[in-house]
């Protein structure tokens, strides 16, 4: 199973019924794609509605109906459109239950940061509603692959780029693990089937306690 | 009631060299795309613009930087385009500072609403750290209230304002249509002068009242932009060439 696949199946398993849930692009996109049977979501939308579904055909899109990554969406019965602002504020007030970010790396105290990378030297910065997101929601699950393209952790002790929130984080989905993050740092909770412990410290730079038991992640 | 409709050009006249310009739309949908391509076309230059986002890469508001027309922007993210992104990372677009999209929205609302200014919690510690933006302009100014530390955030206005909605009556009054409010209506308030970009004009009293998302009062200009069916059309397929949709 693919590396993307296997983090959205196994995000998508934290979501729950009823829940007003609002996924970052990428692969948090993609967990809509597996939700466990009778969960059914109310979709927020960054850019002003609750309740979109999926993708019409190119014949009835509606060039006024789009989501926050600007692509066409539908809007299902029960949903309702917002200006901006009610959005923003929904986001920073805690009404979004649930979200999935991506990001460029955590660390063992629940930091996030995924909004800015140097390129030729400068910050090349891209909050968008990230900051609002990670201020106001309760539970935030943070997908990621577990290294980087040079194999280095990206779950870090300390995030060393600017970061979107402090503190926030509940959960890290990678390929490999699923940490907690709980009042005295991570917590590994499950591993990919036939991986062990010492295969996760091995590559990874944060500190973690091992649940007992550690479970193998289903998916 | 005295009709605001005039054309395209008449309108954009306000729009000068080293304009500060506000143009709604997020990601260019429910964005004045016409209008925002007649700007191209008059290549007026150095202008200051406060957008949500830069754009959609090579399409809508991205033109004006692939353009070289843009000098300055205050937004919430500089890379929705692949022309904003180069046009600063080149040294060419000026970011002296840009926000959440939360705090942005409430700053243009602010703006909008005659207020001086927001109080706004999100982003305290992370973005008033030390050398987080050397070419910052104003550090951050935090405020304590009622327990929660927050920064004191000034409005934004703009000298013009360039909004899109689905059909104006000829007074102004403004329908929207699907997700395409987002931040249309808070932006037509806080500009001096608020161009309306729409799709259909309709005679006064066709809008029921209690569906006017934004009142004419608030509107200086109605200018025709492309029709629904044209609109539609162009979006579908702009999002076809993406890779966003499929044809049958």
């Known amino acids: 199973m693919e590396v993307r696949e296997i983090i959205a199946r196994r995000a998508a398993q934290e979501l729950n019924d009823g829940e007003v849930a609002n996924l970052g692009f990428g692969m948090p996109t993609q967990a809509i794609n597996y939700l466990p049977e009778g969960v059914n979501l109310i979709m927020h939308t960054e850019n002003g509605a609750f309740g979109f579904g999926a993708k019409p055909t190119y014949e009835s899109a509606n060039s006024d109906i789009s989501n926050a990554g600007s692509e066409p969406v539908t809007l299902l019965p029960g949903s309702a459109c917002m200006s901006l602002a009610t959005s923003l504020g929904a986001m920073r007030k805690g009404y979004i239950d649930v979200t999935i970010l991506g990001a460029l790396e955590v660390d063992q105290l629940g930091n996030i940061a995924n909004w800015a990378v140097k390129r030729k030297n400068l910050w090349w910065p891209g909050i968008g509603g990230a900051m609002d997101l990670t201020y106001g929601t309760k539970k935030i699950i943070a997908t990621l692959q577990h290294t980087d393209k040079a194999g280095q952790s990206k779950i870090k002790k300390k995030c060393t780029l600017p970061l979107t929130g402090k503190g926030c984080v509940k959960t890290i989905i990678t390929e490999k693990a699923v940490f907690d993050v709980g009042e005295s740092g991570l917590i590994l909770r499950e591993v990919y089937p036939g991986l062990t412990a010492e295969d996760i410290r091995a590559i990874t730079e944060a500190d973690f306690e091992v649940a007992t038991p550690l479970k193998e992640m289903t998916l | ?248």
């Not at chain 2, 008449?10 to 310009?21: C, F, Q, R, S, Y």
């Not at chain 2, 982003?123 to 008033?128: A, C």
């Not at chain 2, 104006?168 to 308030?189: K, P, Q, V």
């Not at chain 2, 979006?235 to 060439?241: A, E, I, M, Q, T």
């Open chain 2, 1 to 248: 009631m005295k009709s605001k409709v005039i054309s395209m050009d008449e309108a954009l006249d306000v729009v000068k060299d080293g304009t500060t310009l506000m143009l709604g739309g997020f990601i260019d949908v429910g964005s004045p795309i016409k209008s925002i391509e007649k700007i191209v076309e008059r290549k007026t230059k150095e202008l200051t613009v406060i957008a949500v986002t830069p754009g959609m890469a090579g399409f809508g508001k991205s033109m004006l930087y692939k353009n070289h027309q843009v000098k300055e922007l205050i937004s919430t993210h500089v890379g929705t385009s692949v022309e904003s992104t180069e046009a600063y990372l080149e040294g060419e677009l000026l970011v002296k500072e840009f926000f959440p999209m939360g705090t942005w929205i409430e700053k243009v609302r602010a703006g909008a609403m005659g207020l001086g200014g927001i109080l706004v919690p999100v982003g305290v510690g992370i973005l008033d750290e030390e050398g987080l933006f050397p070419k910052l302009e104003h550090p951050k100014q935090t405020l304590e209230v009622n327990g929660v530390k927050c920064f004191v955030e000034p409005a934004l206005t703009a000298e013009v304002a360039i909004i899109k909605a689905w059909r104006a009556d000829t007074f102004g009054n403004l329908e929207f249509r699907g997700t395409s409010l987002n931040d249309n209506a808070d932006i037509a308030m806080a500009g001096a002068y608020t161009i309306a970009e729409v799709n259909e004009i309709v005679p006064v009293g066709t809008i029921d009242p209690q569906n006017v998302g934004c009142s004419g009062v608030f509107i200086n200009a109605v200018v025709q932009g492309y029709s629904v069916e044209e609109q539609d059309a162009i979006y579908r397929d702009v999002w076809l060439k993406k890779g966003k949709l499929e044809k049958a």
